[in-house]
């Protein structure tokens, strides 16, 4: 971007003459002072004027400029002229002038040590960790009372939520866990092959679906389609002030609005694992079958014998699990969103970040766990 540029020339009578030129915008910067501070500090002149015929558009960036001019001059006791200057321009510099800066004003940024950038992330990690575990306390009292049948929300945007987060996912769920598992069959094939046991691709495919990836895949894909659109909503919720006008009429936001998203995708993560699963067990048949010329009674009863019932409920109870944490984290960034368009967008991101952390946490636990357990 082209930059606004300053020069100064003595003439005969010892005035010194700066110009000004060009556009002066704040996002191209200003050009370097150093040059007219020498000729203030150096011989100083008789009187300062100022040429403005060759500027062509301004901002507060040529007033910053001239106002640490003017200072150096009135500190040389240098008288100056300031009809050369744009009229807009001698009235910010005298508005600037009639209320004097505060000795101490400005502090120089200083840059903060190691161990203050640790105490930060530390504070932050602190604070999050507390709000976290007071939503989850209220959460809790909030799943006593819709136990308890006292929970107060509106059984219409429950079973709407149910529909958002259940029919409707089932496209984007059916082309990524179709996909997934072609990618399993193709990749277990092409090293299977080498060994002459092409056959045992379906017992690939059935394993890696049903315990782990069309659990983890599901719970990622709704972390970016629906923890996101919580987030969001909860977020311009508290924008336009919802969630106080809940407060004052005396109706509980967690048990309104935070209880039936936490329902709706803990009911529908299950289902649509077990989708998944089915999906991805098609799109592996659909490689073995074409690639490996392998016949569909045949894979289908290696996937019989591979998968059992407890292989299969460990998935759809890790499927569950992901379905509270995602709706969780949501919720728990549109609560936390700050009162603008922009916090909006960031809790949001914030909301699919730690939903799928948490999905990959829970994994390596769950993983953990059921291989101690034996399962």
């Not at 059984?155 to 089932?170: P, T, W, Y």
């Not at 719970?219 to 004052?248: C, F, N, P, S």
């Amino acid at each position: 971007m082209e930059r606004g540029e300053a020069s100064a020339a003595r003439s005969a009578d010892g005035t010194l003459l700066i110009r000004v030129a060009g556009p002066w915008h704040l996002q191209a910067g200003l050009p370097s002072p150093e040059a007219l501070q020498h000729e203030l500090q150096g011989r100083p002149p008789a009187r300062v004027a100022f040429d403005a015929t060759a500027l062509r558009s301004w901002d507060s960036s040529l007033v910053n400029f001239l106002v640490h001019v003017v200072e150096r001059c009135q500190e040389s006791g240098v008288p100056m002229d300031r009809e050369g200057l744009p009229s807009g321009v001698r009235r910010l510099i005298a508005l600037a002038e009639a209320v004097p800066e505060r000795k101490g004003a400005r502090v120089r940024a200083v840059s903060p040590s190691i161990l203050d950038r640790v105490g930060l992330v530390s504070t932050r990690v602190g604070e999050s960790l507390t709000a976290s575990l007071s939503l989850l306390g209220d959460v809790t009292r909030a799943l006593g009372q819709f136990a308890r049948r006292k929970a107060r929300y509106r059984s219409v945007d429950l079973l709407l939520l149910i529909q958002e987060a259940g029919a409707e996912a089932l496209p984007i769920v059916t082309l990524i866990s179709f996909l997934v598992g072609s990618i399993f069959a193709f990749v277990g094939a092409v090293q299977l092959q080498k060994f002459g046991a092409g056959v045992y691709v379906a017992d690939l495919v059935g394993i890696a679906m049903v315990r782990e990836m069309g659990a983890v895949m599901t719970g990622i894909v709704l972390a970016g389609r629906t923890g996101a659109a919580y987030a969001a909503q909860l977020g311009t919720m508290k924008v336009t002030q919802e969630i106080d006008a809940l407060t004052t009429m005396g109706i509980s936001p967690l048990e309104f609005l935070v209880l039936p998203r936490l329902i709706a995708l803990g009911l529908m993560m299950p289902l649509l694992c077990l989708y998944s699963d089915g999906v991805g067990i098609l799109g592996g048949a659909a490689v073995a079958i074409g690639m490996l010329h392998i016949p569909p009674v045949t894979y289908f009863q290696r996937i019989q014998a591979s998968v059992d019932l407890t292989m299969l409920s460990g998935g759809v109870f890790k499927a569950a699990v992901y379905g509270v944490l995602v709706a969780f984290a949501g919720c728990l960034r549109g609560l936390q969103s700050g009162a603008s368009a922009s916090a909006v967008g960031d809790a949001a991101t914030s909301a699919v970040v730690t939903s799928i952390v948490l999905i990959i946490t829970a994994c390596g636990i769950f993983a953990v766990a059921f291989y101690i357990l034996g399962i």
